[in-house]
């Protein structure tokens, strides 16, 4: 079932939770929205799943105008971060609550529910703790409760609001590899809401970046974190130093010309001295030691913290034209490499950004 969501705006008293949102999501696939609190990605969520009202807007599924109807009506399975699993029944009732409160006409025999639940247990991996009540199961075990029970009333869309964000980080990364398997194996058009970078671009097909009640950005893993539309998604998909700059016509000076560097911004060929910030990830600085007249920014070795097979390295610019930066800079580097140069901390280096994405200032000359 395809998703077609548009023009949704929502307001809580002075708050604008949403602004002018149109996205749509295709039958069959799993989108993330992305982004930090209070951006509005769980409101657009529950408004999608019926559980609150736009205050102007729609929502289409494959093509039916589902504004309107109730929750119930709209054949979504909705999983919630903290479980919300029936304490006092069984695992097995859990699942098969769904399927046992269904209207008479519409509601499986009592052999076809069992038949449905035993199936579902055995594709969360959860065979033989049909019997056990969920204060008998780890967190990772409850969550995967609570998506069989999700599944079991056949949902055309799944709806999921920060599933593992209640777990520990180990549990995390083996619960969303688990379910991009069973999305893949199941073909439910699926949406969950995260915080977690690393999450949305290891599980979703496309990730939704939004900020401030707006989408910021649409597209696959890859395109937005090779391609990042606006400086908030640089800054938000992973770690990224800020140089602050001049652009001017194709080409941007970070700090002065006798201690800084002078980067191409052939995107920015129009502009004429206007303020600008360039965005460099960790491992794309280039590291070497100080050469007095070489190009590049100087820096202080402040600390290296090496970790296995890499090397992350902070670092404090020198030169007084680069003071716009706050606070540190990082680099990161193979741990070979970093042996390789011989540093030690306190040592002056000289940096250069192998790649920088430059956005020119809207709001500043």
């Known amino acids: 079932m395809s998703i077609d969501v548009r023009h949704i705006s929502r307001q809580f008293g002075a708050f604008q939770a949403l602004r002018d949102v149109s996205l749509e999501v295709a039958s069959g696939e799993l989108v993330a929205l992305l982004g930090p609190s209070g951006c509005g990605k769980t409101t657009l969520l529950r408004i999608i799943a019926g559980l609150e009202t736009a205050d102007t807007g729609s929502i289409f599924f494959s093509g039916k105008d589902t504004t309107g109807l109730h929750v119930r009506e709209r054949e979504v399975g909705f999983v919630f971060q903290h479980y919300a699993l029936f304490r006092h029944m069984t695992v097995f009732d859990n699942v098969a609550f769904g399927l046992r409160i269904k209207p008479r006409g519409l509601r499986p025999s009592q052999a076809q529910i069992q ?11 959860l065979d033989g703790l049909a019997d056990r009540y969920p204060s008998q199961l780890s967190g990772g075990q409850r969550q995967r409760v609570a998506l ?5 009333v056949e949902p055309k869309v799944l709806l999921l609001d920060e599933p593992f964000g209640a777990l520990d980080a180990k549990v995390r990364k083996e619960l969303r590899r688990w379910l991009r398997r069973l999305h893949d194996d ?8 995260t915080h977690d970078q690393e999450e949305a671009l290891e599980v979703a097909d496309r990730v939704v970046l939004m900020n401030a009640g707006q989408v910021e950005q649409v597209g ?10 606006t400086a908030f998604v ?3 998909l992973g770690d990224a130093n800020v140089f602050r700059g001049r652009a001017h016509e194709g080409q941007v000076q970070l700090g002065s010309a006798e201690h800084g560097i002078r980067l191409a911004a052939p995107e920015h060929a129009q502009a004429h001295n206007r303020s600008a910030s360039a965005y460099v990830r960790p491992h794309d600085l280039q590291v070497q030691r100080y050469t007095p007249g070489a190009s590049g920014i100087v820096a202080k070795l402040e600390r290296a913290i090496v970790m296995g097979p890499m090397a992350r390295l902070e670092l404090q610019p020198q030169a007084p034209g680069l003071d716009g930066l706050a606070g540190l800079v990082e680099a990161q580097l193979s741990a070979q490499e970093f042996q390789g140069l011989g540093l030690s901390e306190g040592q002056t280096v000289l940096l250069t950004p192998r790649r920088a994405r430059v956005f020119v200032d809207a709001l500043q000359p």
């Open 234 to 236: 640089h800054g938000f």
């Open 148 to 152: 069989a029970r999700a599944l079991a």
């Open 220 to 229: 696959t893993p890859q395109q937005v974190w090779e391609h990042p539309a």
């Open 186 to 193: 199941l073909q439910v058009t699926s949406i969950f809401v």
């Open 115 to 125: 038949h449905t639940v035993r199936e579902l247990l055995g594709r969360v991996q």
